[in-house]
């Protein structure tokens, strides 16, 4: 297996930052220009499953590992079908743009269909190869909410993310939080999936494919939820609210009714963006971070216990721990910045947490949370 630097086979490709750093590196991918808020990501695999997750929505996404795709791409299902395949967290690359160090143009693997450059090329997303990503990393620590533009020489077109509010701005830069992205990932329309004699009313704000994998595999039926539902519509026995993009205040009516949803008691579970919007209903306050949480290996511990996880993160927004009301408790808690990882009522069964307990890709240390919510919703 074959990792090359430059080539000169590969068009030059220039990433402009909001600070005014400019970086010139080799065009992978398609040739159109795309904008974002740079993040990056530490992980060693699961690039497919991190592109593909609707969290990344308009997100320029640095890879700091250099062996990206070392052993290629599965074929992608055209849609959500069962049983899900591995391997992809949606049905498409979210990510508005990748940079790599170095890519692999030769991938041996069982199960790889065909190259990064290939897949991304077919998908009309554009990537920069040959840039120091770890010189980018700390511009991106440096710099709260630092945005990105991805110029092609000889562009064809503007990345196309389903709306035109996520084209790129008169000025260059998109920034998603300034923007209701969460429609551009929920799926528009209601879906059974799966079988089961319990029902989870799912949420869909950008939903990672592994988590109806989990709770389809643990035997629930799940209903597929637009994020605009009218939730009061909806007969399931839990709720489970999902991760997604963008800032949890830009999510419309949906704080309100999950509001209404703590007026009851059926359970409910909520992960990433789905733990912002239930903190928010509870009536606590969400604020951006300086740079986000974005790995497969962020340290958390649950409160009150010497309990530790190593977890699987992809946010850029946190609960503000001195808003969470009295009724509610911290849950876990960020073992390297003490930031709020987790909540949970304190005598009604809701609960939610910042970091991903599906993995995929990542740890499965906390996999026990799902665990404990299907076996309390089936019991």
Not at 206 to 222: A, T
Not at 336 to 345: A, K, L, M, P
């Amino acid at each position: 297996m074959s990792f090359r630097g430059p080539r000169d086979d590969r068009a030059p490709c220039v990433l402009q930052l909001s600070d005014g750093n400019r970086f010139v590196g080799q065009l992978i991918g398609a040739p159109v220009k795309a904008s974002g808020q740079m993040v990056f990501t530490t992980g060693m695999v699961g690039y497919s499953e991190a592109m593909t997750d609707p969290s990344y929505f308009g997100q320029i996404l640095v890879f700091t590992y250099p062996l990206i795709g070392n052993y290629g791409i599965p074929s992608l299902p055209r849609a959500l079908e069962l049983p899900i395949p591995h391997g992809f967290e949606s049905d498409r690359v979210n990510a508005a743009a990748v940079i790599l160090a170095i890519d692999s143009p030769e991938t041996f693997h069982w199960n790889s269909f065909q190259s990064l450059d290939t897949w991304l090329k077919q998908q009309g997303v554009p990537g920069i190869v040959g840039l120091d990503t770890r010189h980018i990393v700390h511009l991106i620590r440096q710099s709260p909410n630092l945005l990105g533009q991805v110029i092609p020489e000889h562009s064809r077109g503007v990345r196309d993310l389903g709306s035109t509010l996520t084209k790129v701005s008169d000025e260059g830069f998109f920034d998603p939080g300034q923007y209701d992205i969460v429609a551009e990932v929920s799926t528009k329309e209601r879906r059974l999936i799966g079988h089961g004699k319990t029902r989870i009313g799912l949420v869909d704000c950008g939903v990672k494919w592994n988590i109806l994998r989990q709770l389809i595999e643990r035997g629930c039926e799940v209903e597929l939820l637009p994020w605009n539902t009218d939730l009061s519509s909806v007969d399931c026995t839990a709720w489970l609210l999902s991760n997604g993009p963008g800032d949890p205040i830009r999510t419309g009516g949906l704080r309100r009714q999950v509001a209404g949803l703590l007026e009851g008691n059926r359970p409910i579970l909520g992960i990433c963006l789905g733990h912002q919007v239930l903190a928010l209903a509870a009536g606590a306050s969400t604020k951006r971070m300086q740079y986000g949480h974005r790995s497969h290996n962020q340290p958390v511990y649950q409160v009150g216990t010497r309990r530790g996880f190593i977890t699987s993160q992809n946010h850029g927004y946190v609960v503000d721990d001195s808003s969470i009301p009295d009724e509610w408790e911290p849950w876990f808690l960020n073992a390297n910045d003490q930031t709020i990882e987790g909540i949970r009522h304190k005598s009604k069964p809701f609960r939610s947490v910042q970091f991903h307990p599906e993995a995929a890709g990542g740890p499965r240390d906390t996999g026990w949370i799902l665990d404990q919510f299907v076996q309390e919703v089936t019991t």
